[in-house]
């Protein structure tokens, strides 16, 4: 079993994030708002976004787990230690381990998405995308209409689904490019 920290360092630690986010407002702050996915112009996001509910509500419904969301959520898991789940590479994680079977299912794939990668304000999600149509992508700083989503549950701990367009536009303070790194190499 893992010791805890004494209350004064994890007050203190969270006191230190806390005002760091406030200071810092960048990296996992998407601003972006969510999509319907029954209105996305491919059919497969919302059987993509069905599994995805479905993972969000399996972590809120683990016992053993505390799930938090935002940047309260980052202060709580820093102060409350290691029951608590919250940060965006644990949504990350979870969400793609969730959903991965039915994107490979559908002929799409997954990937991890990040921004400023190594800096405070890092962020990072999961991209889904039409594996067929990849190969028409110029790159990540002209991201296709359709054909690629972000399933980013961090914000509000709910199956929030943005075009890649829309949360890319919406990443504020970036210092680092976006970046794609393949969770199975």
Sequence with gaps: MRARRPLIARVLTGMLVFSLG?????????????????????????????????????????????????WTGNLAVHTLGWRHRGLCHHWRDAVYEG?????????????????????????SAVLV???DAAHAWPSLDDPPESGAYVLDAWRRGRADVYTLRGWLSNQH?????????????
């Design 173 to 185: 303070h970036v210092t680092r490019a976006p970046e794609l790194f393949d969770p199975e190499p």
């Design 99 to 123: 959903v991965a079977p039915t994107v490979r299912g559908l002929g799409w794939d997954a990937i991890f998405l990040y921004v400023n990668w190594g800096d405070a304000g890092e962020h």
């Design 129 to 131: 995308y039409d594996a």
């Design 22 to 70: 406030l200071a810092m407002p960048t990296g996992c702050a998407s601003r972006a708002h969510p999509i319907d996915p029954a209105t996305a112009p491919d059919g497969e996001v919302l059987v993509i976004a069905m599994a995805f509910e479905e993972t969000v509500e399996r972590i809120h419904a683990d016992p053993g787990t505390r799930w938090h969301s935002g």
